[in-house]
C-alpha cells in the first residue's frame, strides 16, 4: 500500500512538471492580461491586437479581481495589463495618499515592474443612485438616510481605496451588499439596491439614466488608465511595445465609453469594439445576436475541449491520490481522522483564494493552478468514499482469505477493492460532476472552458451568453452522471 502510494504521488509530481514546462515555453509570445469587466477586456484587445501586427501576442482575458492579474503579472504569467493610476497608487503600492507617476515607478522597480503608457482618460470610481430619486445630489448626503441598500462590487467593498475609506470620510454607517459589477445596474433598476459603485466611463450610466453624485469632500483620485508590465518587456519585444506606445494618449473618455456601449449594448464583441477603434471606427454597426448563435458558435468545441481536458485530468489524478489516502483511512485507524479531516478542509478553501494562492506558489496561470484546484476540490468524495468502501467489506471473507493464505496484496485486489468498487465509483460518480460545475472557475485564470462565456456574460450583464456557457456545462454534468451511474451499474453486476 505504502509503495502504491508513492508511485502516485510520483507520477503526480511528474505530470505537474511537465504542464508546468509547456505552460512556460512560449516566451516568445506577448501574453496581455485584463481584469473581469467591459472596459478591461477593450483594452486588453486594444492591446494585443496593436501588438500582434509586430509579432505573437495572446490575450488572456477575465483572470479575475487585481490581486490575481497581478500575481499573474509578477508571476511572468502575464507581461502587461491596463490598470488604473489610483488602483496601483492606493490598492497595490499601499500609499496614504496620491502620488505622482514617476514615485509610482520608483516603488514598483524593485518588483520587477513598470508603469506608463498613459492612455488618456479617467476612469474614477462614483457611486449613483436611479435618476428618479429625490433629494440626494451629494456623497456627503447619504449619512442622512441610514435606510438606504447599498449594493457594491466585492471588489470595492475590500479595496482600500474604496468602501472601507469612504465610509470613514463620509461617515456612513450602511453595510453594503456584494454585488457583481455586471448585474448591478439591473439590480438598481429593478430597486433591489438603492446605490452602487461605477466607473465614470460606464456605457449604462447613460442607459439607465442614473445620477452620479458628487465627491464633495474629494475622497476619490485619478484613475488615469495606464500599463502594468514587466520590466523586460521593452527589451524582449521592441517593436511589439513601440506599437502600444502609440495609444499613449489617444483614447478620451467619450471613446471609451462609446466603446463599452458597443460592448454593452450593441452586443459586439470584445475583438470586433478593438478593431473598429483601431481602424478609426471603420465597419458596421451589428445586431445582438441570440442564445442559440451565441450557445453553437465557433469557440464550442475549443472550450468543450478545455472544459474536458481539465474534468477529466483533474478527476483522474484525484483518484490516483485519493484511492491511496482512502484506503490508508481505512487501514489505519489512527490516520482516519487526519486523512479525512485534511481532505475537508482543503474542500471548504473558497476557489478565488486558493486560485491567487496557486498563481503565487506555482508561478503561472492557466491550465496548472486550474488543474491543481479542481484536483484538491475533486478529492474528499474520492478519499471518503474508498474507506467507507473498504470499511464495509464484511470481515469474516477477510478471515477466510487470510485462513486460505492469501497475503495481503493478494485479499486487497482479489477481495477487498472489487467489494468496495461500486462505492468507490459512486464517489469518482460524485467528483467528477462537481468537477465539471466547478470547473467554470478556470476561465478567471485563463484557463479556459465553458466558463470563459459565463465571465464575460456577468461582465456584460448578458444573460443569454451566460446561459451560452451554462447551459452546455450543465449537459456535460449530465451525461458525465450517466456515464458514471453506468460503470457503477457494471460494477455491481460484475460483483454479483
Not at 170 to 194: S, W
Not at 257 to 267: Q, R
Not at 299 to 308: C, F, Q
Amino acid at each position: 500500500m505504502r509503495t502504491t502510494l508513492k508511485a502516485a504521488i510520483g507520477s503526480l509530481a511528474l505530470f505537474m512538471l511537465a504542464i508546468s514546462a509547456l505552460a512556460t515555453a512560449a516566451d516568445d509570445v506577448l501574453r496581455v492580461g485584463s481584469k473581469r469587466f467591459t472596459e478591461s477586456y477593450i483594452l486588453g484587445e486594444l492591446l494585443t491586437q496593436s501588438a500582434a501586427l509586430h509579432g505573437r501576442a495572446e490575450h488572456r482575458q477575465g483572470l479575475g479581481n487585481t490581486a490575481i492579474v497581478l500575481a499573474a503579472l509578477q508571476a511572468g504569467s502575464i507581461d502587461v495589463y491596463p490598470e488604473y493610476s489610483g488602483t496601483i497608487d492606493l490598492e497595490i503600492l499601499k500609499n496614504p495618499k496620491p502620488t505622482s507617476l514617476a514615485a509610482m515607478r520608483v516603488a514598483l522597480a524593485p518588483l520587477g515592474l513598470g508603469v506608463g503608457v498613459p492612455l488618456g482618460f479617467n476612469n474614477t470610481y462614483a457611486l449613483a443612485m436611479r435618476g428618479d430619486t429625490d433629494g440626494i445630489r451629494k456623497l456627503s448626503e447619504l449619512a442622512r438616510h441610514p435606510e438606504l441598500r447599498f449594493g457594491l462590487s466585492h471588489e470595492f467593498i475590500g479595496r482600500a481605496d474604496g468602501w472601507p475609506g469612504l465610509a470613514q470620510r463620509y461617515g456612513l454607517g450602511q453595510r453594503p451588499r456584494g454585488l457583481d459589477h455586471g448585474i448591478a445596474y439591473e439590480a438598481l433598476a429593478q430597486h433591489q439596491v438603492d446605490v452602487i459603485d461605477i466607473y465614470a466611463t460606464d456605457a449604462k450610466i447613460r442607459r439607465y439614466g442614473l445620477r452620479v453624485l458628487a465627491d464633495d469632500l474629494g475622497y476619490f483620485p485619478r484613475y488615469d488608465a495606464v500599463l502594468l508590465y514587466r520590466l523586460d518587456v521593452p527589451r524582449r519585444f521592441p517593436a511589439a511595445w513601440r506599437a502600444i506606445e502609440q495609444l499613449e494618449g489617444r483614447i478620451s473618455a467619450d471613446d471609451m465609453i462609446a466603446m463599452n456601449a458597443a460592448a454593452e449594448l450593441d452586443g459586439k464583441t470584445f475583438a470586433q469594439v478593438a478593431a473598429r477603434w483601431l481602424a478609426h471606427g471603420a465597419g458596421q454597426r451589428s445586431a445582438r445576436t441570440g442564445l442559440l448563435a451565441k450557445m453553437f458558435d465557433a469557440s464550442l468545441w475549443r472550450l468543450t475541449r478545455e472544459h474536458l481536458t481539465l474534468v477529466l485530468l483533474s478527476v483522474a489524478l484525484a483518484c490516483l491520490a485519493g484511492i491511496p489516502l482512502g484506503m490508508l483511512a481505512a487501514f489505519a485507524p489512527r490516520l482516519r481522522q487526519g486523512v479525512l479531516g485534511l481532505a475537508g478542509v482543503l474542500q471548504t478553501v473558497p476557489s478565488l483564494a486558493l486560485l491567487a494562492i496557486l498563481i503565487a506558489l506555482l508561478g503561472t496561470i492557466g491550465t496548472l493552478p486550474a488543474l491543481v484546484a479542481l484536483f484538491v476540490y475533486a478529492l474528499l468524495p474520492i478519499v471518503s468514499n474508498t474507506c467507507t468502501g473498504l470499511l464495509e467489506v464484511p470481515e469474516g471473507l477477510r478471515m477466510a482469505a487470510r485462513a486460505l493464505g492469501l497475503r495481503t496484496r493478494a485479499r486487497l485486489l482479489h477481495i477487498d477493492l472489487p467489494l468496495a468498487l461500486p462505492v468507490i465509483l459512486a464517489g469518482v460518480k460524485t467528483a467528477a460532476v462537481m468537477s465539471v460545475g466547478t470547473a467554470t472557475i478556470a476561465a478567471f485564470i485563463g484557463a479556459g472552458g465553458y466558463g470563459e462565456r459565463i465571465t464575460v456574460g456577468l461582465a456584460l450583464n448578458d444573460t443569454d451568453m451566460m446561459l451560452a456557457g451554462a447551459i452546455p456545462a450543465a449537459v456535460l454534468a449530465l451525461l458525465t452522471q450517466a456515464a458514471c451511474a453506468l460503470l457503477e451499474r457494471l460494477a455491481r453486476r460484475g460483483r454479483s
